[in-house]
């Protein structure tokens, strides 16, 4: 069965090139993919024309505006049934599209997923989750930003739609449910705010859940998945990345420093390759709008073709149904499964 | 002129060991120091043995009790006249040491440091401040953990600690005021945060504010002084040591996997010592308590001498009278310096 993927053709620093690049890459490895492509028309289909694959399965749809870095949510909102963003969004609510993928403005495009996606049934906002890579495999992370202040139920829905993803991605430790863990300080002072105790009273019911986990666990994989707030998530998130740049940086520049290192680099130049692979911001790209009626994916503004290509994999992924790992009663798509446990949680 | 220095002689994973091995490395070094350290007599006096130099210059103050990684501060307090940590900071307030250093509980510490040092007048919460490497150099980033949750005044008086801890570190571009940043998120709701935008605003007034900065600025250096609560800034430290140490570890399972690998990483070892170096936690060892009455540094828990004898000299850096290099007017001590600049920021 073809699996249709709407695309924010305009979206994001290189765009569109770099989103018909990364439709082409998907398209060279997968035959039962279509594209349809948003934004202005003339633009798309010059863009498209060096790309032969996309150009038997893409469908350029015509948007007559494009919401910017600059775009305010407000704005984006009133513009959206012009809007490429907001016109691909609104092709997965009307059913002629499985997912979309925009790597605009993630702000409008929350804005506007929830306006045309809707939230699923019960939950009380969507949240931004990101899978990781860590010492021990990959973690989901949640919320990067979506919602900078939180309240219980906020955070006790992130742990179970975490799980949710978690499960969908293959993460979780021999077939167990996900191991969630809540982001918290080590100090007296901290464990005593009040809302993270109630989280953790009430996530120790829903899920496979940890307990409290610290800055420096996120990368250690010790939990599958770990919740937070928008605000203390993209920190987190921006100073991990932060930091691989700053080691890549001092690495550079310490091998550089000897002609010793400069002959040993040469040497090693394949476990440099590795590494490099390994660390690749665009292996990791395509974070997922978790709680809507409907699967967006938000790829890095300033990512290529690679981590576009990429973002676009995961919309696929979960777009398609799967037999769930833990449960495997049925085959459900990813957002029914939220939606049954989003629903048990207010049985309780 | 000979600086006193009190050390908490059993706080600390490796104490007394470590502690002692500590200060016996700044002896050999510096002539004018003296120690005052703290804790079992019997104890200290056996371990002291094999270290000439601490022999001569440190006298051994015997404390019956002692504050474990498990003691809760309100514990700590109870048994504070009769902790080493407890004597140990007593002695800075009795004009008998000009600085203190622990390894011990962190909680513990600034509960006894708060009741015998007294914090500022004016200060409203001492907080905990680290400088930490960055691509440019050195930043200070605080608070790290004292307070969990913070007001509009207490993020202001940490962004006027953190410039003058900048300035006396050295940490300024060119002969200006260092320049301080306030930890944010970049999307529009968090900017709406209304604490943080009063902060900001306040802050415009006393300090060379840069405005905003984000996770990843932490580690690029983009201001001399990152100022958030305890809680973001806990985590984000704790993300960037567990980022330091899964790139460590990828780098070596690279360089491990390729028999070229090997080769290479033993021609480059010069570099890679290099980069061990930049990269050794041990030598950003020592947080400052800030706003109190009395110099206290905290030194890592895990630390070894190396990293102790680093924490001994932030507390003699900081001990020491500087001429401030930014208003060259005068001679200041630190706290005098903090005591005068949040009684500036009151009157306005």
Redesign the interface.
């Known amino acids: 069965m073809t699996t249709v993927i709407a695309l924010d053709g305009m979206g994001g620093d290189g765009a569109p090139a770099i989103v018909l690049e990364g439709a082409e890459r998907i398209l060279s490895g997968k035959k039962d993919i279509h594209f349809l492509i948003f934004g202005d028309e003339k633009t798309l289909k010059s863009a498209v024309e060096p790309h032969p694959l996309l150009k038997k399965n893409a469908e350029i749809c015509h948007a007559g505006q494009a919401v910017t870095n600059f775009t ?2 407000s704005v984006a909102l009133r513009q959206a049934a012009a809007s490429g963003m907001g016109l691909a969004i609104k092709s997965v609510a009307d059913g002629r599209a499985s997912a979309v993928v925009s790597a605009g403005n ?2 409008a495009y929350m804005a506007l997923s929830k306006m045309f996606l809707k939230t699923i049934e019960g939950v009380h906002r969507p949240a931004i989750a990101k899978i990781m ?3 021990l495999g990959r973690s989901v992370v949640l919320d990067l ?5 939180c309240d219980v139920t906020n955070l006790v829905q992130f742990g179970v739609m975490g799980s949710v993803l978690a499960e969908y991605s293959g993460i979780y430790k021999q077939n167990q449910s996900p191991l969630v863990g809540l ?1 918290n ?6 464990k005593g ?1 009040i809302q993270l105790q109630q989280t953790a009273e009430i996530l120790e019911k829903h899920v496979n859940f940890y307990g409290f986990v ?7 994989g010790t939990t599958d998945v770990v919740v ?1 707030d ?3 998530g ?14 890549k ?3 550079k520049e ?2 550089s ?2 002609t ?13 390759k ?2 490099a692979a ?2 690749d911001p665009r292996l990791y790209n395509g974070a997922i709008l978790l709680g809507l009626r409907g699967i967006a994916v938000k790829s890095h503004g300033g990512t290529d073709a690679i981590g576009y290509a990429e973002a676009i994999k995961v919309a696929i992924e979960l777009a398609t149904e799967h037999k769930n790992p833990v449960d495997e009663t049925a085959t459900l798509s990813f957002n029914h499964t939220i939606e049954e446990r989003i629903a048990k949680l207010s049985l309780l």
């Open positions: 305010k949510p993630t702000g890579p860590t010492a930003g979506a919602n900078a202040e982001l300080i080590g100090s007296e002072a901290s705010l610290e800055g420096n666990d996120i990368t250690k937070t928008g605000f203390s993209n920190i987190a998130l921006k100073a991990i990345e932060g930091t691989a740049h700053l080691i940086l001092f690495l310490s091998l420093k000897y010793s290192g400069k002959i040993g680099y040469m040497i090693a130049r394949k476990s440099f590795d590494l390994r660390m």
